[in-house]
């Protein structure tokens, strides 16, 4: 079945510090990748898309992700986190549908 | 408008009514998905429609959901016999193409009492 996991329920990080969002993908070929992300009460924003090509793909707000295939990952990557970063990430995967893994929730410390 | 617009953006409903909720995709977006939110969770796939065809309503969780988009544009999520379950966030999104880029909509909350 396909699946997306991410591992980390939370995650606190000091402001100006570095983030890295995990997440792995189970599929029978590579799915589209994408990451997107929901401040309280708000929809979801995509940040970034895989499809195929480069594998550090660059996105909004200074985000990158690198799909690594050999580790079924796909994981979300920020050199300095502001507070206005705290919000719910999740990863997703897409072959006919997008499947979603449960989200990492980002806390930003001053 | 410039995204996909949802309504109504919070409903409570009695436990037994039937629910109506709007989507209004992007203009010219073919593809159009709902999605179901629960507390603290991801999303998880409903429906989906291509034009005015439902090609895919694996994820609706039983026969009291039903999903249409009768002119290939606005759609409608109805919800019969709502019950506390429902409870939840439902997301709308919509895609050019045939899905591979999606835009989500706000969302409509419905809480279930």
């Known amino acids: 079945a396909q699946s997306v996991t991410q591992p980390d329920i939370h995650i606190t990080v000091s402001e100006g510090a570095s983030l890295e969002l995990r997440c792995n993908y189970s599929?029978?070929?590579?799915?589209?990748l994408f990451w997107y992300v929901q401040s309280p009460g708000q929809g979801l924003q995509l940040l970034l898309k895989?499809?195929?090509?480069?594998?550090l793909v660059q996105g909004i707000k200074g985000f990158e992700a690198e799909f690594k295939r050999s580790q079924s990952s796909f994981n979300l990557r920020k050199p300095s986190v502001h507070w206005s970063d705290a919000a719910e990430y999740f990863c997703?995967?897409?072959?006919?549908?997008?499947?979603f893994g449960a989200g990492t929730i980002l806390r930003v410390k001053s | 408008g410039a995204g996909v617009s949802q309504s109504p953006r919070y409903k409570v409903a009695k436990r037994g009514q039937d629910v109506a909720l709007r989507c209004d995709p992007i203009?010219?977006?073919?593809?159009l998905f709902w999605y179901q939110q629960a507390l603290g969770q991801g999303p998880e796939f409903l429906t989906y429609?291509?034009?005015?065809?439902?090609?895919?309503k694996s994820g609706l969780p039983s026969d009291r959901f039903f999903a249409e988009r009768p002119e290939g544009s606005v759609s409608t999520l109805k919800i019969q016999r709502t019950q506390q379950e429902d409870s939840a966030v439902y997301l709308c999104?919509?895609?050019?193409?045939?899905?591979?880029?999606?835009?989500f909509g706000e969302g409509s909350w419905l809480t279930v009492v």
């Open positions: 999104a919509s895609s050019l193409d045939s899905g591979v880029t999606i835009y």
């Open positions: 599929y029978g070929a590579t799915p589209y």
């Open positions: 895989y499809f195929s090509g480069d594998t």
């Open positions: 997703a995967g897409a072959r006919c549908k997008l499947v």
């Open positions: 203009s010219g977006h073919v593809s």
């Open positions: 429609f291509q034009n005015e065809a439902q090609l895919d």
